[in-house]
């Protein structure tokens, strides 16, 4: 990467960051310093030690975790030319800031630096606990045809499930595969004799329809295997490369799953954006994200087969979604913890020290898990969640003990 690019990107969110006012400055700089190991003190912080106990390690999985590079070294990864060019700065800049927040912003080594910090930050956590990692199929027609110049990022299945061949214990793989493909039935197969524990879509990126009928043969072949379904819903800033119909990530276009009987987790609870409501017709009232995603979860019909991933909700815009859930106990039984990784390397967009202020977090606890943000981002995130609490209430372990969600149906 010309680090050139990378330095005009910074500037332009450091403009962005005033904008958004004083409170929402970041509080340790732009960029991830990328420092290792954990310091000792770090490690034996009594906040550290309280965030473990109780917890199964061997149980406790982050279920939201991306792969990401520019294909070097044969992964086969392809990113939108755009997102390379100066003349595309806001997708330049995130790019950027996407390989930096993941430590791999050095030219030549990107794609095996991603792997090698992502593995240096889980031999931070305790022994047992794994990462469910994610491909991420192309673009493709409603005539299922692929369109290259449209996808703003493949990451092949074949590169995801290699890797998680080599570490299997400390990674997972969730596959990616397009229900517009002709082929699309036969990859799930594929995909699940080679160790796939779920399907991971992001409609607006990828360019389909989750209440089309033609998914139905894809959802009755996710439902005859009790194969999850993790899809986007809400609004998705981060790939606007090629693709990008946002109205793609109304939750309610996931209705269709849930009554084909697949089991149906909404990443990061569909805690961004507006949508409209599609239960009053195609004109409906435009209604925030996350009520659609309530109205769904409160079904009690469909609730049951419907979960939500905490991935990226500490993030300052998310945070009140947060809250909102922690104040759903008879939801916990159905949220799975995620990282949303490498998102917790974006220095800007959290603050622990935000948090305490809202009484979210003990502020004796601040300086420590803000520490270990510099060093490990992945422990970070899971602090924020872990230590999280209102009204002396927090998550349950099950929220993190996620491993027995994913278990493997007989094919």
């Known amino acids: 990467m010309n680090r050139r690019h990378f330095l005009l990107g910074a500037l332009g969110l450091g403009a962005a960051a005033a904008w958004w006012g004083r409170d929402y400055l970041p509080e340790d700089g732009f960029t991830n310093p990328c420092l290792s190991p954990l310091p000792p003190e770090l490690a034996r912080s009594r906040w550290l030690r309280a965030a473990w106990e109780g917890l199964d390690p061997h149980k406790v999985w982050d279920v939201h975790v991306h792969i990401a590079g520019l294909g070097e070294g044969g992964s086969g990864i392809r990113i939108h030319p755009h997102m390379q060019q100066l003349s595309h700065p806001i997708l330049l800049l995130q790019k950027n800031l996407f390989l930096n927040a993941a430590c791999a912003d050095v030219a030549g080594r990107v794609d095996a630096d991603y792997v090698h910090r992502l593995l240096a930050l ?94 139905d043969a894809f959802y009755a072949a996710l439902a005859e295997h009790d194969l999850p379904l993790i899809s986007h819903a809400g609004a998705e800033w981060a790939l606007m490369a090629g693709g990008d119909e946002q109205s793609l990530n109304n939750p309610l276009r996931l209705r269709r799953a849930l009554e084909q009987g697949v089991r149906v987790v909404v990443a990061h609870c569909a805690s961004l954006g507006w949508d409209v409501d599609l239960d009053q017709g195609q004109n409906g009232p435009w209604v925030s994200s996350f009520d659609l995603f309530a109205r769904l979860m409160d079904d009690p019909e469909l609730g049951p087969r419907l979960y939500g991933d905490l991935s990226a909700m500490p993030q300052y815009a998310r945070l009140p979604k947060l809250v909102k859930v922690l104040e759903r106990p008879e939801w916990h039984d159905r949220l799975l913890n995620g990282s949303d990784y490498p998102l917790p390397g974006l220095f800007p967009i959290y603050s622990a020290h935000l948090m305490a202020q809202r009484g979210l977090l003990d502020p004796a606890a601040v300086p420590m898990v803000w520490s270990v943000r510099r060093y490990n981002p992945l422990l970070f995130d899971f602090l924020l969640k872990r230590l999280m609490h209102k009204d002396g209430r927090g998550f349950p372990a099950g929220v993190f003990e996620t491993a027995g969600f994913f278990r493997r149906a007989s094919m």
């Open 122 to 215: 889980m031999a931070e956590l305790p022994a047992g606990c794994r990462l469910l990692i994610y491909a991420m199929d192309a673009f493709h027609h409603p005539d299922g045809r692929r369109d290259d110049a449209r996808t703003a990022l493949y990451v092949p299945n074949a590169y995801v499930r290699r890797l998680a061949g080599q570490h299997p214990e400390r990674l997972s793989w969730a596959a990616s595969i397009h229900p517009y493909r002709k082929d699309a039935v036969e990859a799930l197969k594929g995909a699940l004799a080679q160790g796939a524990v779920a399907v991971k879509w992001l409609p607006s990126s990828m360019g389909m329809d989750p209440a089309s009928p033609r998914c």
